[in-house]
């Protein structure tokens, strides 16, 4: 009987988040598009609930709401049907919405997609070969073959996002890293770009001037083929008519020359939004958090090194070490049990409210910069991919932050992974990823002024 | 060469929409072969016969300057397109006929173009809420076109059609529904070419014929001046 009640409060709770997945890429993602493929909606919807239901049982965990029994169950189908998500259905419906944008292959649609999952298969397992994920005890087409790789590819994300976001955030934060942009900066970068589109105007008017006389005078459009016709044209060339190709070159160089200052003059504007902004009060807030953001960054990278270098792997986690450092060194004494819950509650439920939330910012920006309206539905998938990959990966490594009795059921359900390796597999990446996005924008920081130098 | 008088006309449309095979196919007489995104503004220039086959027949330089973008940029994004929508003449707008998102931002691009004085840092003062009597006051000639024509079953033609001729209306402006890999929707004596024809001579009467030497104040001076100072708009 209980079995059934909690069932339904699953279910419940699974309905609600398809329904918050579904607003979300309504009113979000596909803002400016238009939905004619419900499909992608219904599967980007379904990934994100499933995935919200995994923290939500890792939460019940720690509170201890519903029946043990019954939450192993549960642990297990929802994984269950994930990984199906994960590896069947959405590869397939990636190749299949590809497949139909290419005009050749319109007709096989369906087979062709087929062949493209297929190759995918392939790859993903291949995958698994050069890292030691598992113990050979395992069949082929256990949970644990799966999940494994679907890991490696997540907690590589996970790393690369974090490393990147680690450093980029203190860098967009402070507003020492600002540079100065004034108003007569961006007016005269303006006003080369309206030189050089004028420029670009009076060259095309010459070559529409032109083509319209040849035109009405019925001459015949010969261009200079060949060794010979070059060499003809050189001495028999009208005196009327120009060289057009070499305008066309000169118009094609100037075009290019127009969208760099375009873009020049876009991150002006930018600079200096961002400058009026970090005059408001919110604009000092996030200075200010800026700084604390920089030192946390760089505890993070150091902590990285060190695990690498001494090859350590932390055994306990931070609130029992928390616990035990204010018992044994400050002698406070207080009710273990009790506060060890609520206190893994509150620090899971943040890291999983904060990893969610800005997994979603960071998808839906990079949605709006690179989808286009025939792309967008394959980028749509593509990102719930990824997120489906992100939040699996996120269920393996939380375990690490989990005091010991409530990390059982993962390792339970997850069986034997080598749960050490995707830590230090993460310490590897995230340290890779941090120092490259470091020098990454040291580059970018260094060439910007130069170019304004160069005016 | 370039001793001819030019206006200058604006291409607005939602990304993707085609706009560049659009301006493409207007000046160039063909197919563009390779589409890709246009970033920033290009432009291109058609020459035009204003009032062909009458003794006033007069060659004139149409620039159409293809701005891309999206509605929902960011402001500074808006800021920086802002410098392109000076002192223009006409607007063609261009929407998607199997999109309808593209036909509703049509309002929010025609209100981003009209209203670039409003604000100096390019942010809209009516918040994008479309309001008819600014389209009724407007001087400047608007054209709609719609594009992907072909793309859409003959079954629910008829429906798409009627969307559009509300659109046009309400812009106060003449419609056409093309595609632009076909040039045969823009052949010489069609009803199509007859409407871009007229479209491009309103334009040019509006810039060159209707004043007596002084020049017309744009869509906001007349919002500053509040309609006082336009005695020298009247015809003779």
Known sequence: ?455 | MAALDRVKVLVLGDSGVGKSSLVHLLCQNQVLGNPSWTVGCSVDVRIHDYKEGTPEEKTYYIELWDVGGSVGSASSVKSTRAVFYNSINGIILIHDLTNKKSSQNLYRWSLEALNRDAAPTGVLVTNGDYDREQFADNQIPLLVIGTKLDQIPETKRNEVLTRTAFLAEDFNAEEINLDCTNPRYLAAGSSNAVKLSRFFDKVIEKRYYLRDGNQIPSFSDRKRFGGGALKTLHYD
């Open chain 1, 1 to 455: 009987m209980s079995f059934l009640i909690d069932s339904g409060i699953m279910v419940t709770s699974q309905v609600l988040f398809f329904g918050f997945g579904w607003l979300f890429f309504m009113r979000q993602l596909f803002k400016d598009y238009e939905v004619r493929q419900y499909v992608v909606q219904v599967v980007f919807s379904v990934t994100f609930a499933f995935s919200c239901t995994m923290f939500e049982l890792i939460i019940f965990e720690i509170l201890g709401v519903l029946n043990s029994s019954s939450r192993y169950f549960h642990w297990k189908l929802n994984l269950c049907v994930i990984l199906l998500v994960l590896v069947f259905m959405v590869p397939f419906y990636i190749g299949y919405f590809v497949v139909s944008n290419i005009r050749l292959l319109h007709r096989q649609r369906l087979l062709f997609a087929c062949v493209v999952w297929l190759t995918f298969m392939y790859f993903f397992w291949k995958l698994g070969d050069p890292f030691p994920i598992l113990s050979p005890k395992h069949g082929i087409l256990s949970i644990e073959q799966l999940i494994s790789r679907v890991g490696v590819i997540g907690v590589t994300l996970m790393a690369l996002l974090s490393g990147f976001g680690a450093v980029n955030c203190p860098y967009t934060y402070m507003s020492y890293f600002l540079r100065n942009v004034t108003d007569a900066d961006i007016l005269a970068l303006e006003r080369r770009l309206l030189q050089t589109i004028d420029m670009i105007i009076s060259k095309k008017k010459r070559m529409a001037m032109a083509h319209r006389t040849m035109f009405q005078k019925g001459e015949v459009h010969n261009k200079p083929t060949g060794f010979w016709g070059m060499i003809k044209s050189v001495t028999t060339s009208a005196p009327g008519s120009e060289n057009l190709s070499l305008i066309q070159q000169e118009v094609d160089a100037l075009e290019e020359l127009s969208r760099q200052l375009f873009l020049e003059t876009a991150d002006l504007h930018a600079t200096k939004e961002r400058i009026e902004y970090s005059k408001t009060f919110k604009g000092k807030y996030f200075n200010f958090l800026g700084y604390f953001f920089s030192i946390y960054c760089v505890w993070k990278i150091f902590m990285a090194t060190i695990n690498i270098v001494f090859d350590r792997v932390g055994k306990t986690d931070p609130v029992t070490r928390g616990i035990e450092i204010t018992v044994n060194y400050l002698g406070i004494q207080f009710d273990v049990k009790f506060w060890s819950q609520h206190i893994s509650f509150i620090l899971v439920g943040i890291i999983i409210v904060t990893s969610i939330r800005g997994l979603l910012i960071t998808l839906t920006k990079f949605f709006y910069a690179i989808s286009s309206s025939k792309s967008s539905n394959v980028i749509v998938l593509l990102l719930a991919q990824i997120m489906g990959m992100y939040f699996v990966s996120s269920v393996l490594l939380i375990r690490m932050s989990m005091p010991l009795e409530y990390r059982t059921i993962i390792t339970e359900v997850l069986g034997e992974l080598q749960f050490n390796f995707y830590h230090r597999w993460f310490d590897v990446i995230f340290l890779v990823s941090a120092l490259s996005s470091i020098l990454f924008l040291y580059l970018a920081h260094k060439q910007a002024p130069e170019k304004h130098m160069a005016l």
